[in-house]
């Protein structure tokens, strides 16, 4: 039986940008022609820099933008090609947890009606009260708190509402984009290491965006990494720390905080000559597997 959860192929998704006469002037290529596997149970990280294309792409997978080209299969079943019915049944197990848990969370709502709104599509009122409840203790709530709402809430316990309202209804898969950079750096590794439980108790699988190359590394199995809407470089995290291939994989790693003050100015001003130069991906068309599990973009 094959390990895949999900699998895109050659996805594009292209948004033209018009001028001010309303005329389409050119496109951003947001997605540019991107394919990937995500194994069951494992965490996938996505990085690259701002407007790169990796909430576009996570929002693709789970059919929240509509592709130009390409396919998506969740569980082999395609999920551009499925009737509604069938593509409603399949979007059930794909949930997401947002950047922002407070835009993102209902201000009128509860802690406990707020977990309770996606239960009530699928059970009865006492059992959807039995999963909701202990959903939210199972996140760190206690009793008194199930009756507050957002605005009461800190941004991390808020953010664990969110965590909750994508869990309690047993998805198979979970975007978690951004799900820790809006919330203070001291709790951001409390929220981590329950995303990282719950991945383990239910047996989730994981992409995750983030900004954040150490986290990235910390969570992730693989790690996938795009620029200017093209994934140039995949492969098993340490390998993609231990091993870049990727021009652009490089410069990233580069730019992470080092400890070392002599260290981190040299590799600032090396930083700040390559960032002079633009990566030209334009002639790059091989997705070549350069080690077991490692890929990477390269000319032909
Ligand atoms: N609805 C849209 N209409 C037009 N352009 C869009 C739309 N959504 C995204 N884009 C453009 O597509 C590109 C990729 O955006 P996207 O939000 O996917 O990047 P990102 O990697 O998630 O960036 P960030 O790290 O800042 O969240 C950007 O140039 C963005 O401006
Ligand atoms: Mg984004």
């Known amino acids: 039986m094959s390990n895949e959860l999900i699998r895109v192929e050659n996805i594009k998704r292209y948004f033209p940008v018009k001028n001010n006469f309303g005329q ?38 789970l059919q929240l933008e509509t592709i130009d080209e390409g396919q998506i299969y969740f569980k082999d079943q395609s999920l551009i090609t499925s009737s509604k019915e069938e593509k409603k049944q399949l979007l059930k197990e794909m949930q997401i947890i947002f950047q922002d848990p407070y835009s993102s969370l ?34 760190g709530f206690t009793e008194e ?5 957002p605005k009461e809430f800190s941004g991390g316990q808020r953010q664990r ?46 992409l995750f965006i983030s900004h954040d190359l150490s986290m990235v590394r910390y969570i992730s199995d693989r790690i996938a990494v795009m620029y200017l809407g093209k994934l140039v470089e995949l492969g098993p995290a340490e390998k993609i720390f231990s091993e870049p291939q990727h021009a652009y994989t490089k410069r990233l790693l580069q730019a992470i905080p080092i400890a070392d003050p002599k260290k981190a100015r040299a590799a600032q001003a ?23 599990e490692h890929f990477v973009l390269k000319e032909r």
Request: charged residues 25%; glycine residues 6%.
């Open 24 to 61: 389409v002037k050119t496109v951003v290529k947001a997605v540019d022609n991107v394919s990937l596997t995500i194994k069951k149970g494992e965490t996938l990280g996505l990085v690259g820099e701002s407007g790169s294309g990796k909430t576009t792409l996570g929002r693709s997978i």
């Open 106 to 139: 209902n201000p009128r709502m509860t802690a406990l009606d707020l977990v309770l709104e996606p239960l009530l599509l699928q059970f009865s009122k006492t059992e959807a009260l039995e999963k909701a409840k202990a959903i939210l203790t199972k996140v």
């Open 145 to 149: 708190m199930f009756s507050k709402y």
């Open 161 to 206: 509402i969110g965590i909750a309202r994508a869990v309690v209804v047993k998805p198979e898969f979970i975007l978690c984009d951004e799900p820790i950079s809006a919330l203070d750096v001291s709790i951001q590794a409390q929220v981590i290491n329950l995303l990282v439980d719950l991945q383990k108790e239910l047996g989730l699988t994981y």
């Open 270 to 292: 090396e930083n700040e000559m390559n960032h002079l130069e633009e990566i030209d991906t334009s002639n790059q068309t091989e997705w070549v597997e350069i080690s077991p």
